[in-house]
């Protein structure tokens, strides 16, 4: 593998045909951060060095997003789960500790299923799979964001996912201006992992056979629709652990950073624990 850097601390790496950038920070026992969708390895900044003081932190824009290479054509959540395989496999950071958050989650239940020799274990934030997430009735403001894509305004889609979908009416003007910025640029990709063929799913009997340590968190001032997914996951994944960060949403790792890396520390040092919060 070739690697260059792209500037504070950040390098390049051919993955899959695909140039993607990532950063790694620390020494330890190896923890990779999957951001989800419209974000970048920079929504990771607030809890990276509080991780990565006890650990070797890998972050990385995944294909499409923010610094990362932005492929011509229709593509599929399975590109991202071997995005994220070949990144931890040519990096030598396996066995991982992988922490997914929202769409995150998805590729990294994605990969417990298909890969779990990659996996130390894993910690998953309100991952939006589509089957219980429709029954939480949250589709049709998604149809409205995607419709806001395809019209070309995507501050505006940014905004109704943001308010209307993940965190709440009035969240949006709260986002720091980075994060904003950020997510405006990468609304082309949300509109293609949302039209992919395997878009939100997972194969549900191969992740039933992983058998890792599994923390699933949810936030208490989320929407209530990731609900119905955190129960479905809990038929799948007896052996998984709960937590809600009681004051925090979707994003526990930019409002509560300090809560969230004691939280994922604490799981990682004692599984049987569940973590704390």
């Not at 260059?4 to 993607?20: E, F, H, L, P, T």
């Not at 990096?91 to 020799?117: E, F």
């Not at 997430?133 to 409205?144: H, I, Q, V």
């Not at 996912?161 to 910025?181: N, S, T, Y």
Request: avoid cysteine; charge should be negative.
């Amino acid at each position: 593998m070739s690697t260059s850097s792209v500037g504070s601390g950040v390098y390049d790496a051919q993955i899959n045909g695909v140039r993607i950038a990532y950063q790694v920070a620390g020494r330890g026992e190896p923890l990779v951060l999957v951001h989800g969708s419209w974000g970048s390895h920079h929504n990771w900044d607030p809890v990276v060095p509080g991780l990565s003081a006890h650990h070797r932190v890998l972050s990385y824009d995944r294909r499409g997003h923010s610094e990362s290479e932005r492929p011509a054509g229709q593509g599929t959540f399975a590109e991202d789960v071997a995005d994220l395989a070949a990144l931890v496999e040519t990096l030598d950071v396996a066995p991982a500790w992988v922490v997914g958050n929202s769409v995150g989650a998805v590729i990294t239940l994605q990969l417990a299923a298909a890969r779990p020799d990659l996996l130390r274990g894993v910690i998953v934030h309100e991952p939006p799979l589509r089957g219980p997430l429709s029954e939480g009735g949250a589709d049709e403001p998604l149809r409205m964001v995607l419709e806001l894509i395809r019209a070309g305004d995507h501050a505006g889609a940014a905004e109704r996912f943001v308010d209307d979908v993940a965190l709440g009416p009035g969240a949006w003007a709260q986002l720091p201006e980075r994060m904003r910025a950020t997510m405006v640029d990468n609304a082309p990709t949300y509109l293609d992992e949302e039209l992919a063929p395997d878009s939100r799913t997972v194969d549900e009997d191969a992740l039933a056979r992983y058998g890792g340590p599994v923390l699933a968190t949810s936030g208490g001032q989320s929407p209530p629709i990731f609900q119905p997914v955190l129960r479905h996951l809990a038929r799948l994944l007896p052996q998984a652990h709960r937590l809600q960060y009681a004051g925090a949403g979707h994003i526990p790792h930019a409002t509560h950073p300090e809560e969230f890396v004691s939280t994922v520390l604490g799981f990682v040092s004692d599984p049987g624990l569940g973590g704390a919060s």
